[in-house]
Every structure is written in C-alpha cells, then in structure tokens.
C-alpha cells in the first residue's frame, strides 16, 4: 500500500501530496505508523531556502512518534527496552555520525560531524519515507529509539517536539546549581521546556521574559516563579525586578531560547557576574549582536556557551524526566492544532505567523 | 628613615616624589625592601583616570618583588616555607577579601567581593606604603606571600609581572587539552605568558599573531611554534595559515590577550566547531564588537569565557613552573627598561608609546 | 542574665548543667536566642571521645536556630538580606577559616584548613556561649549567617540538622545527570536529606537501602521511589531489585550514607561501569572496608569521591530550596524527640539508641 | 602469498606460527605490512587463560605499527591527513563499538560497550589477520588509523606500547593542575608514560616509586625529579621524602600504574587531603585492598578515579606530544628486546619474567 506523504518540493513551493513506495524493510530496520509529527521553526527556515545544503524535494518532520509496525530482528529499542509491534516509539533524528573524524572523537563533537544525516531534513522524498509527515517512517538500521516510557502519549512528546529535547539540553549544558536563579529568555517550546527542566534541575527561582500572554501563562504551568511580558514591561522594568529578585547581582544562569539577536545584550546585562550563560535559540542566522568585551565577558568573568543540537542521551533523559512528573510538564497543552497531510501548509503558515505555539501533523489516528 | 615613594596624584597629573613616614609593624606584618616594581598597562589606564574608584594620590605598583626587611611573628610564607630577613618574596596584591559574601562563597567569585583591596591601585598614599613605586613596601597582615623559588630573581618574575599570571589564568581558564592546536592573541606580556603556560600545558602546536618584529622573536622564545604579524600578515592569509594547520578546522582553543575588540571576530572565525575561547585581554573598556550569535556561538557550540583577576593559586602555580622551566621562560629578556623612581613618569611614557614591552621600576639595587 | 548551657564535661562524663556569664558583643556581632540545636551522631562520637583535638568541657551543638536579640553594626545577613531583631537565623558553624594558606587557596579545600574553627566542636565553654546547647549563642565577628526564608521554621530546618547539608552536599558532589537511577545508601538524617535532593535534582528514580521500617517511610515521603529494607531484604534479592530497574547495569549514582564499611563493598557492586560513588557518611572512622581494585575501581571506570563537610554555599542553596519545596520536605517529620537542655543527656542517649532519628535540643520555646 | 602469524592456541599452550590465507580486501580496509607489535602484560594474562572471553586460537598483538601495502579508496587517515602506500601507521584497536546503546551514549563509556571488538584479544585466528603477530595486518573498514608524524618510527611508538596509551589515559583522567606534585606508583610502560606525560601536562615536580634499578633510570630520562626503590626504600622513608617534598601535605595527585593492590594503601596514605587518585594499572584481577573509608576517602575529600581502556583521542594526542616532544620521551629506550614471530613464545616469557621493560615482535625490517 503506498504512503502518503506531504512533501516540501523547493523553497517557497506549495506543499505537496506524494505517494511513496512502501520500502523494503533491512535486517535491523523498524517501520512505523506515523502518530505524530511536528511542525519547528526550522521547518519554516527550510521553506524559506534559509538552510544550507536541503535536497528538495523533503519530506519534513524531524522528530515524531510512531507506532511499531513492523521490524526486521529488533527486540529492543536503543536502551535495552524490549519493542513489539504496537508500541510507541520516538526516535532520534541524526544517525550515520562516523564516530572515527576529529570532531567525533578529539573533539567530542559529533554534532559537528560531516557525515550524519537527520531525517526530515537531509533525505530527499525520493529516498523514502524518511521525514515524518508521512503516513508511515522507515527506520534505518542504527537509527537509535526510545519506547514511550508509561504513561507518556505521542502529544506529551510532540506538544514539545525538538524544542522540549532543546530545551532540556540547554539546561543540561548550563551546569546551573541547585537554588540557582535562572532567566529564561524566549517562551516558545524550547522556551518552555528549558523553564520547566531548570525547575526539575533544582532552580529555587526560574524567570523568563517572552510573549504572548498565553504563553505567558503557559510558562507559569510549567515552572516559572516569575514571568514578564517583552512587549509591556520595558527593559529598565525588567532590569530592575531581576535586581529585586537577586539582591542587585542578576542572575546566576541566563538561558537564551529566544532566537533574536537582541535578546543577547539583555542577557549579558541581566547576568551576574561570574554567572552562565546558554545561547540555544540561534539556529538560523538572524543578525548580528553587538557586545562589549570588557563588560560583558572578561570584567564579568562570564561563562558563554553555545548548544548546538541534541544527543540521544537528551532525548532518554528527557523523556524518562517527563514520565516521572508527568503532572508538571503539560506539554500536550503546548499544541496549538493539529492538523492532516494534506493541511500541512496550513500548519506551516499557522507556526510562521505564532499563530500557534505548536503545530502537530497528524497522519493517523491517535 | 623616611621612605621615597613616586606618587600619581590625578589623572593626568605629573608624577610626584613624596617621602612617607616608616610604617609601624601590626603583628602579622612584613616590611619589604622594593626590589623591582612594574609598569603595567592597567598604570597607564589609571594615569588617564579610566579606572572607576581610584583613591588618587596613589602609589601604582601591584606586582612587585622585595626583600624582606622585617617581620612581626611571621615565620613562613602563606604556603608554609619557612622566611627570614634578606629572603626574596612576591604577594599577591589582592586581600581583604571577605570570604562570607555571596561572591565569595555562592558565586567562587572572589575577585568580584566588594570588600576587596589591591595593592599599588586602591589605596591612597596617605595609607601608606601599599604600592610598588616606593623604596619599601608595607605588607598589612594578612597580605599572601611567596619566597621566590631558586633559582629565580626578582627579574625573572617581574619581567612578567601581572602579565605572567594573568596569561596563565588565561591557560587554566581554558581546560586546553594534551595535544591541542591554540592560538594567542596579543604578544605583550600576557600574550607572551600565555604562549609559553600553553606549551608547557602541552598544547601540541601554538600559534600567535601579534607585532611588532620584536615581540614575535620573544614570542618564537616563549614557546609559539607558528608566528604571524599583525601588520604584516592580512586577515585572509592568517586564516589560510590556520586553516593548513588545522585540517580546515581551526583552532582548538583561542586566547584573546589583545585588548583590541577587533581581535574578537576573528577569534571567532579562527575557533573550530565545539572550540574554547577565552576573554583575557580586555581589561578596561576599548569599545564594542560585534557578533554573530548562530554562526560564533549556538552553531559553533563555542565555549567563550571571560578571565578576571587571579587568585593567589595562580601565582604559586607559576611560579613553580617558572622555577622549573627557567631557561624555557626567559621573562627576564621581556624587560625594556630599567627606572628609578625619578624615572617613573618617564616609564609610564613609554610603556604607553609601547617603547617598550615590560618597564621596571627598580628602586634598590637588584 | 546568666546563660544556661548544657556542657560536655569530658569523654563519658555526665552531662552537666553550667551559668555562663553574658557575653560582651563586638563590633559585628550577634547574640541569639537559641530556638532549636540538635543532637547529631558526631555528638554521640564526641560524647565517647571518638574525635581527636575536642577541648572539653565543651557545649555541643553545631547547627542551631536562633532568634536574633542583639546586633552590633550588623544590617543584613551574609547573603545581603536585611536582618532584625526578632528575625530567625541559623549559621555556619566553620569560620575563621584563613583563606591563606595552601588547603584554602591552592587546594580549594577550605574544609582542611588548619585554622578553622567550629561552634560547639572546637570551642571551650569556658570561652562562652559558643555552641548550640545554651540559651543563647554568640555570633562573632564574621560568622556567616542566612536569615530563614519563608515560610521556614526551626524546625524544618533543625529537623535535617547538619544531616540536611550534609545530604545536599553529597548530592552536588556526585553531580547526577537528569534522568539518572540514585541509591541511596542508609535512611538516617544524612540519608533522607540526600533522598529528597536526589529527586529535586532531576533524578528519576531514587532507591534507598535502609532501616528501620519508620525511617523507609519517612524515605518514600522525601522521595525515594523504591525502598529496600537492609534487615528483611537480603543482598542477593537487593542486587537483583537493582538489576531489574537498570536493565542488568547497576545505578549510573550511589551515595553512601550509613556510615557502615560493609556499605562499600555493596555500594560498589551496585553500581553501574563508569558511575559515581560518594562516600559521605563515614563521618568517624569505624574500620575498614576491602574493595578490588579491579573490579571496583579500574575496570568500573569508577568516580568515587569523598565528601568532607560543607561549604556556606550548601547552607545557601539547600535552604533555598526547603523554601521552594516546602510539602516535598517534611524534616520536621524527622523529629523524634524535643528536649530541655536539662535532658542534653537523655536526647544523647535516645540518638546513640537510635530510638529517634532527630532529637533537638529547644532551649526556648518555638 | 600466504601470512606467517604467530598463535596463542589455548591457555598456556605452545606458541605456534600459522600460515594464514590473504585477506579480501572490503572497500573501506587498508593491508598493513607489520614493522612491529607489542607484547603487553595483557598477553601475559591471556596467555595464562586470565582474561574472560577470548576466543583461542587468537593472534596477539593489538597495539602495533605496520606499513600500508594497499587500501580500498582510503585516502586519508582519521584525521584527515592523507595517507598513501609506504606512509607508517599505527590503529585503535578498539572497533565495532555500537555508539547507540545505554554505555556509548547515555554513560559516554563506550569501553563498557556490549558490541565493542578489539584487535589482538577478541577475534578468533580463524577470522583473518587481526592480530599484531602477523607479518600482516588486515584494517577493517572503519579501524580508526593514524600515520605517524614526523619524526615517529615504528620503535618511538611501540617502546611505549598500549602503555604509552594507557599512561597519557591516567594523565588526562587525573586533571591535574599546572604546578602540582605529582605520584607515580609504578615504572613498566604504563608508569614511564605516566611520568612523561604528567611532565608536559605541566606538573612542577614528578615523584616515582618502582623498580628495578634500569626503570627508575628510564623514569628519570622520562621526566621523573625524584625517583624512589621500591625494595631499597622502606614505606616509612618513602612517607618522610614525600612529605618534605609537599611541606608534610602528600601529593596533588597520584596515578596508580603498579598493578599491584599493596599499591592502594600507600598511594592513599601519601595522597593529601583534596587529591586525585586514578587507578590505571589493575587491568587484571590480583586480589583484594584493604581501606579506610573514613580516613582515606570521606576525611580527605578525595577523588578516587579508574580509567578503562582508551579512546581514539588519547591516541591521537600522545602522537601529537610524541612528535613534538621527541626528545623527552625516549620510549624507543623502553625496548628491551626485538624477537622474530619465531621467537614470540620466548618474548611472552621474557615480559613475563620482567627480564624486559617492553618486548617487541618485529615481523618485518624496519
């Protein structure tokens, strides 16, 4: 039976309806149904043509959920976790990183590595269903999977999507200690998700600056003590409650999940010294930012980290984290609409327009 | 016997020789015999009155070398090696740091404790002898002490003066690893510090771009195995050259002890993927520079971190590599001028019109 | 007023009720009104003359809460919050630590100054009210202090005791990864302490191995999700709980907390390769343990590290979050026994009986 | 033409020399001519059946240098450094790791990988030339290789043998500081290269304790300031010579390179209080240690490490110092005899009568 899948067939090219193969599954390979896939904003760069080296025509959608339809001798998702059909399962979108150049090894960044590939985003439609606005996804051999731990659904993952593996990974990279205080600049899901994970990281006070007002509110349900609105509280007004809060010092750890090259300033500003600070939000050339190096850094003693993408071990701890305070972490809430193959264009200009935080494809039923 | 001192009374204002009454010895107190003093870039930003808080008249002069004179009932150096009249010592010209505020201790940042003083910067003359430009200097009780290690002398350490620790604060704030490939900024005194605290760390290949002709054959002395002048060497060649001794990757770690905040952009595009950079050269205020927050930081996964001050580690740790490895660490060679204490406005000049690399003030004989 | 006081004559001599003259308060200090002190087990170890260099007649008594009567100059707290009379504080046992010497600066190990000092351990009661078991207490100059935040009583905090930081500091110096699997070995004060921080860490399951059947409740209530009795279930049965919540490889962190050498053997069986071992509970020396250094250590890739007292900066952080998570901390619950300073001798007996977990000594009333 | 291979057919069997078929080359393999491989203290252990797993008949040898003969559209080395018939490389004779399972991503201890293959250990005689005592080597597609740089030969690397490795392994695991003290337990491969390296990493004075009297003059052209006769020296002496080498402190750190568990208690007692101690030598099981918790773990604050095999990057790093250091590190020294693939049985007796520091098998003409 063919798939269906909606496909991006070049930049600023409508969204299109293609039928694929059904593929022919390897010994090691995994076939899901689609449950759930996500629309990010790297879906809307990759529409625009802003990132580099995409082999139109994709299918997009890299992190999804699906559900187990067939396997060619795996018996155990990546953690040890036994795997029957039926099951539902998320699984990490880079795999074919070398593990042997420089950057895999030496340099112990193998998100820097020339060889990997990322589904949804560096496979053409003609290599298969391997992008997830599909209604299925073929799994390649060593593409590394994870078992939704109880009593996680397919909206609890994608309602953060790879800003909740984002997020939880700029925590992670901040160090921040326990009874921190801690800003979190930007309240889109990677936004979110890194209030929610430095409230689980043992934060005493998370703060963040974003809009709109619900997600606003929504940054309150998922662990903020303090929330200001970037449009009606004006910079001095923030300056002077982070002073409020932190007996005048700023904050010890400063979480950039924003994406605006204006929100770097601030951040600098807003950071105490010898305090961290994350930039996770820049994953398109935006602009430049101007910073001074003797106040912002060397006077500050400041610790400046960039987090680019996400290992799997991200993905495992996070959902193991989700499952455990399942109560705390709404992301189902965070889906903004859900919407079929054939409204993924829709989908696409709703999450351009913030018109919803996130946008979920759908292919089958839940 | 009253004490000569050379006195900066304003900014801007012609120094003046004062002679100050002999201190009276607190119990847990030094007196010194001033063997040699420095002139540091930090002196010229005082002489403009660039630095906030400056208690003028003061007596400049924070690292110095003397010989003990005498002591109220102290018998040791702060690391316990046993002290007497005629022993050479430096101290670390920080103290009265209060180790109970939330620098101090929350933080482990006390180099930002409001209650701390430095020697030869925020004390008046009126205090006393509490900074290098005078015949003898007053060490409060309290103050950290080191007797210089054989075989050093007094130039072997303030040939290097702050610079020398400064660039090794600069290394060890860089976790560089065994084998790396790093790149110095800056050929002055802190860039030549870090040149050779880099080899001696055991970076693998160390590489600096600084000027003029001179400083680069000191810097070929302290370690550098690759050279490139500034002036002489445009933007597009050094990047080739960093290139070739990369495999394209560029470097592993970078130093910035430039002051320039030119240097930092192409700190930047000079730092592989996943690189560290620290901020160790921009002690005051020289202007802004600007960024680009995607490609230098997020999508880099860059490491960038600034470096205030010392702690007194620092100067124990180098001075034991310096006692080590003298004949590799020739600080003594860095030394452009010899000055009296008539001399100092003299030297200050100089070191302004970068006549030379590192001027002593040298009241007593060596 | 004379001060009432509960002094430690000598090793194994009754405990005597002593008048203490009323202090003379020096520039930055502080008097307080005892609220709460408690009995720990380094008393019991005192009591019997375990520890070397205690300068009996003393009055025990470290970790207190008091009510501040009287200040000399002193404004806020060491934090920077304001302070007034009437306000609640607790302390930081450890001062006079002198931030000079070796283990202080090069070392980074304030705990093994030589100059340090400890209320209610290293004090005379002929020097004054300087422990915990006296009606008042006496701040001197440079004690650290932290004013309760809300909604803290004395005894949320008196409950934990020195247990509370201890468990928080051990809890930061295995520094557990979000999503890791935590045992906790042994459920006294020190354990459940470091239970409840695990979990608001970011672990995901925390199991525990103790006794008596109250305490593995009081465990479940501060968070463990997994409790094993160590008298009704056997090693083997132990080992293989573990291994079924790992997937066969052991705990990625364990914490001993018991203070037994028979800890370590399992501790380190229980273990997953490449884990973390901290060793905190072995506060007085109660023999030896054998380990394989193969097996344990070097094929294990282990990390196993010692934890020797506190930092202020525990104090800090660890009361920050009792604020923060106040239900989810119930160290009140832990009190087992509220005694006058007249019964100092029964409380003791009642701890080394372990017929409570927490006994406090409440001079005054709440 | 057929290959000679020297094979270990069981636990304390006679060597015998096989005559292998030549291996079908796979796109991605390279055919080495081996110049020289190693008998290591492993071989000894494999040799007397100690070692679990080992599929016998193997062929030893799993650190080795060979010549390329011919590649399958191999144009470069790991690195990138382009590599062509003729050029000297050496291997990581670790392959096959998942890099998808709990160890190699969530743990990041890819050597406790379940998957994980190494040449000279796991692979059978009957599966091809995958072992060192071969006059050739059979590179699978993805074994990561190095060519030497210049000035290496075969010898500068195979003096040191997997203990070069395994040494500079313990050297990074240790952290130490620039200026530290440190302890080398130990003077076989692994010690030397410990001492070595522990030098270029920046230590300020470099203590050993081995035997006989040949290894401690080697441990002194290695690098080693202070050299102590384990047999001549008793423990007592040993105590006082440290302590006044550290001011009665005990070392930074020590590096247990001895495989010997009377090594632990000593390495613990000389440790100060906040070391590091990393057990790098106990690659087999020779019983049991006896420790203090208290004392030597919980009240010195240590930090016990153990290091499991290597990385690819260790490699590349000690290549990386080797060549820069050439001079310093005279492994080519450590060679204490040369045998034919003949001769193997004799080489294995040698090492293990330490009649030789480091044993090669040399198959063909350097």
Redesign the interface.
Known sequence: MPIKAAVMTGPEQAIELWQLDDPKLEPGSILLETVASEVCGTDVHIYHGRLAGVPYPIIPGHISVGRVLETRGVEAD????PLAPGDLVTFYDVHE?C?????C?????P??CPSRRVYGITYSAHDGPLGGWAERIYLKP?V?TLKLPEPLTADDVIGGGCGLFTG?AA??RSDL????TVLVQGTGPVGLSAIA?SA???A??VVTIGDPAARLELASAFGADVTMSLSDVPPDERDTMIRDLT???GV?VAL?CAGN?AA?PEGFKLL????TYV?????????????????D?????????????L???HC???L??L??HHDMLPFARVIGGRYSLDEAGEALADVEALAVTKAIIAPSPR
Request: charge should be positive; include cysteine.
């Open positions: 990546s953690m040890g976790t990183t593990h042997a150049c420089y950057f090894t030496v340099a112990g960044q998100n820097r060593g590394q939880f925590v992670e200690g326990m009874g921190d994970f689980l990281r043992g005493a006070t007996n005048g010092r010890d950039e090259p770097i105490r010294d010898g305090g930039i996770a939000g820049h994953y398109t050339d935006v602009g430049e930012a101007t910073i001074n190096p003797h106040i850094i060397n006077r500050k003693h400041a610790d400046v980290r960039g987090r680019w993408g290992d799997f071990s495992y701890r996070a193991r984290l499952a455990k």
